[in-house]
């Protein structure tokens, strides 16, 4: 059995500017899987390839062993690969109940009535912690809110795999916590492999079975925490990060 | 044969004018994504000021051009500070407001300028013998090489400037042209003008051969964005190519199988660059 | 909580009723004249509203949307000259028409982004218009093509009703379009493109959905407008009209369901009033227009009080 999503030589360029240089990475089922690096190093346009919003120059990316590299971003949601934005992006004129159906109506799978719609919107939106926002706007939220809400619409499409791109950032600890746990129930109950990007280095390192380090648009590493953590190659590039 | 070499001399003489009047509209499209629907009426407004000036007034035509080009240079800038820029980032509100706007500068023209055509005073009369083939009316030749020195000034403009650094600057990359320092806001509006000011060149060269009328500004502004579309938006070589291309088929297609259909060559070709090349003959291929 | 439902429900179904009843009236004591200035006021109800189901809830600028208008009447017109097809059938051959060519029309330009709809949608007016003038034996020209009536005996009465009743029948698909989940698709395409794709929205196909329909609702409401006046000529299809319709649904109040609404009769009452100045009102009604874009981008219905728009649109 290969893996669920694989990329292969991946490469892809702004203008003059390379974001990303022949990056091979793999996630197999039921893993959580951090990405790091410090800023500008790719992470976003890693998460923006393989949601299709842009296709690589160069490159190949699998799911479940089909070529998905050029597929447009709802084709690749409804393959099963949902995502949330570095910069939040829910409808903001629309409710939290509409914005999460958004994600349900997009589905292949729509079997069932109005009733049973109404009813997962409801589910769902009780599983982020906003069973009591329903109604609300989601302009009217506070940032936090508006992160939950995206991972209730990226869970309404029903993916196999999530890309979360920085969800902690702006979190207090206890929420962070609360998070975590989240994204360990999408887990084991959801059976969802995850996908992330985070600056909170602690939460990232305690959570993930394996990490992927990009720096300047490459791979550097890959491994299970205690690894990346001793390897002289990520310090570098962080610290190379705060002298700049 | 001699016939068709006229025919196809008046499509490359067109040809340059049309590549001023949709180079006006590339940039702007360009730069800041607004469609300048009012494009058509800024170079009819043009034809207008230099008929009045040098008919009405007496200022010499050689310039009146000018006068009326910095006219509706500054009527552009006028344009971009009162209606467009509140509009950045909203498409649509852009597209809603530069449509209304070439209503009312349409009527507005037909208010202060009377329904019928006007034509300027030639700048030189008479017509030269070409290559000993055909004879060519002076008024046109004139207006080829004015609109050559017009096109290579826009080259050296955009390749070689400051201003034309930072125009490509922004119409790249709007946040990165930003960190380097660069004032979009100031490049959007000098553009804008500098936009409306080729539509204003075009019409003032075009007048003297074509007499300008209000009704006349929808097909202008059409033929314009053709070009863009045919050239591929925001690519200077795309609109001289195209321009070239629309003034060559349109004369040739007036001449040889409708006169009736002359602008519906154009549309046309807008079908058909939408079916096999949506992005044009230059344009780069959207993600 | 049933309550509150049932007097929202109430609400919701008795207002309109009694707009309905009200609309009635007007033939038992409007002139002649008023009386057809209310029909091409309900006319022009059907153009903005369907103007503002795409523009308004899904952002696209269609500047074909008078253009699908005259197809729909001179279809429906040609037929029932040529062919001698009753209008009642012509008018929906003309719905066809328009249907059609804006479905073409929309899956040729609306993947390349929505500049493209407008300026292909621009050209596609114009080059209407020049076949339009130029293939007389067909169309008659700018003479204008002269088409039977409905009704046997002409009435202004019945026309004033059966305009009513097509107008209320459109403005129901309308408001059942937005608050289906199609219209909470097109809401989603509006709000952020990027975001409903990656929810699994097909936007190209939503939008190309969005422009057919409206498209296919100019075209029954130039089919109508024709055989009410029962001369077809070019000033249907023509830009001026379409600028028309859209200063009503921009003054009126883009995006929200009854604007256009509002914005069709003032309009409409108010260039009888200034008629007289000629073509100045085109000017007037332009400048309005663009301070409302400006300044009031919701137009009336934004001006009038958020709170009383909020409960009749959601």
Known sequence: MGALIEGKGLTKSFGGLTALKGVDFHLDEGEIIGLIGPNGAGKTTLFNLVSGVFHPDSGKLYFNSKNITILKPFEICRLGIARTFQIVRPFLKMSCFENTLVGIIGRNDKNGGKEERKDEVRTLLKFVGLGNREQTLAKDLTLIEKKRLEMARALATKPKVLLLDEVLAGLNPSEILQALELIEVIRTQLKMTVFWIEHVMGAIMKASDRIIVLDQGEKIKEGKAEEIVSDLKVIEAYLGESDA | ?287 | MGNKQQAGTAKKVGIPALFIILAILPPFFLSQYWLHVMIISLFYVMMASSWNLIAGFTGQVSFAHAAFSGIGAYASGMVAVNLGVPPWLGILIGTGVAALLGLGLGYLCIRMGGIYLSLTTLGFSEILRIIITNEDKWTRGTMGLQVPGFFSEYSKANYYYLFLVVTIFLLIVIYWIVHSEMGLTFRAVLNDELAASSSGINTIRVRILAFTISSAMAGLAGGLYGHYLMLITPDIPSLGQMFLVLAMAVIGGMGSFIGPIVGSFVLETLSEYIRIYGEYHVLLFGLVALAMARFAPEGLMGIVGKKWRKEWVH
Not at chain 2, 136 to 144: A, V
Not at chain 2, 226 to 234: E, K, Y
Request: positive net charge; hydrophobic residues 55%; aromatic residues 12%.
């Open chain 2, 1 to 287: 044969m001699n016939e068709f070499l006229m025919y196809l001399t008046n499509g490359i003489v067109i040809g340059v004018i049309n590549a001023i009047s949709a180079i006006g509209v590339s940039l702007i499209v360009g730069i800041m994504r607004v469609v300048n629907f009012a494009h058509g009426e800024l170079y009819i407004f043009a034809g207008y000021f230099s008929y009045h000036l040098s008919a009405s007034l007496g200022v010499p035509p050689l310039l009146a051009m000018p006068l009326s080009i910095f006219f509706i240079f500054l009527i552009g800038i006028g344009m971009e500070r009162t209606l467009i820029r509140p509009t950045y980032g909203d498409e649509m509100y852009s597209l809603i407001i530069t449509f209304v706007l070439s209503i009312v500068l349409q009527n507005a023209a037909l208010l202060i300028f009377g329904p019928y055509p006007n034509k300027p005073p030639n700048l030189v009369s008479g017509a030269t013998n070409i290559f000993g083939l055909y004879h060519y009316g002076n008024q046109r030749l004139l207006s080829f090489f004015i609109s050559i020195g017009i096109l290579l000034f826009i080259f050296y403009l955009i390749k070689r400037t400051w201003f034309g650094k930072s125009i490509r600057a922004v119409s790249q990359d709007r946040e990165m042209s930003s960190l380097v320092g660069v004032d979009h806001l100031r490049v959007n509006m000098l553009s804008f003008g500098l936009g409306a000011a080729l539509a204003g060149a075009a019409g003032v060269i075009v007048a003297p051969i074509f007499p300008v009328t209000p009704t006349g500004s929808s097909a202008i502004s059409l033929n314009a964005f053709v070009v863009v579309v045919l050239g591929g938006m925001g690519s200077l070589k795309g609109c001289v190519i195209g321009g070239l291309a629309l003034g060559i088929i349109e004369n040739l297609g007036a001449a040889y199988l409708s006169t009736m259909y002359r602008n519906i060559f154009g549309f046309v070709i807008l079908i058909l660059v939408l079916v096999f090349r949506p992005w044009g003959l230059f344009g780069q291929k959207a993600q």
